[in-house]
């Protein structure tokens, strides 16, 4: 199995990326990337899955029929996603779903295999809260957007981590597969990155998967660049880091099995010191590069 799918790797038909659960090898997490031309437009049938339409550069308009009924939402988007926090809107399973780009735009599509079928929705960028979590060189920011007692799914857990330029995120190293009732569930996981360039430079950065003992043994070293993906069936996850001046963004998509749908990691023992010494460093003070309309950072 190959964990690391650079750019063009994953695409199929009409994505960018287009990871479904037979092709990851796994029961649940999905993610497709939708390039769209100005006018553009493309129809998708969410089939068992709920998915979270994100915009990552442009705004869409998204129309949802579920067969009873027709919802429409209008997502203004943003110009990338170094710029500002993005609304989004929710696709329930079992349901038809238009995206119209007038403007043209990349879309991603974050997706759960599910049982219960809720409705369809909208998120507004100003409800998305904006966590600035670990502090000096660990500083990054967090969008969670899609996170559990965030926004409401029955499996999918989603969300953006930005990192600046030089900092390492994902750190400690920590992992999710192996189910442990209140201290660790079991998620499959996707990373899909992007970087800020610099005067016409691209960015890159790195990614590490090592094994935990369980599952596939996962094991990931890889330089990842504009549209890359790393799959993440189990294993310690992390550091994913920024090369000095470019700052990196992933997008973080979760599900798994577990009747609860819940975030819960286990730091890797080796080095989870390392949170006990951000108390006394200060947050990198690049961050955040931008916090929801209306709210502020926590």
């Known amino acids: 199995m190959t964990y690391h799918l650079p750019a063009g ?127 000096g060189s660990c500083s990054r920011q967090v969008n969670n957007f899609g996170a559990a007692g965030v926004f409401d799914c029955d499996r999918l857990i989603a969300v953006e981590v930005i990192t600046p330029g030089g900092n390492w995120s994902s750190f400690p190293p920590h992992k999710h597969d192996e189910h442990r009732p209140g201290e660790e569930s079991v998620l499959e996981e996707i990373y899909y990155f992007e970087f800020a360039g610099h005067e016409g430079i691209p960015g890159l950065g790195y990614q590490r998967v090592s094994p935990s003992g369980r599952g596939r043994g996962t094991d990931v070293l890889a330089e990842v660049r504009d549209g890359d993906v790393v799959l993440i069936p189990d294993g310690w996850h992390g550091p994913s880091m920024a090369v000095p001046g470019h700052h990196m963004y992933y997008l973080n998509v979760m599900a798994g099995p577990g009747a609860e749908r819940a975030w819960l990691i286990c730091d890797h023992p080796d080095h989870a010191w390392i949170r006990d010494t951000w108390p006394g460093q200060p947050v990198d003070p690049r961050l955040p590069l931008y916090t929801a309309p209306g709210r502020s950072p926590r």
């Not at 994953?10 to 029961?27: C, K, N, S």
């Not at 203004?76 to 079992?94: K, L, N």
């Not at 403007?103 to 960028?125: D, I, K, N, V």
Request: net charge negative.
């Open 9 to 135: 790797k994953a695409a199929a038909g009409p994505y960018a990326v287009d990871i479904t659960p037979e092709r990851a090898g796994w029961g649940h997490s999905a993610l497709r990337v939708l390039d769209l031309p100005p006018g553009g437009t493309h129809t998708f049938d969410s089939g068992d899955s709920e998915w979270i339409v994100l915009p990552l550069a442009g705004g869409c308009a998204v129309a949802v029929d579920d067969g009873s009924g027709r919802e429409a939402f209008e997502l203004a988007g943003r110009p990338d996603v170094f710029s500002g926090v993005s609304d989004f809107a929710y696709v329930p399973r079992d349901a038809r779903t238009t995206v119209t780009s007038p403007g043209g735009g990349r879309f991603a599509l974050t997706g759960a295999r599910c049982e219960r079928r809720l409705p369809a929705r909208y998120g507004p960028a100003s409800a998305v809260p904006v966590e600035l979590r670990g502090t």
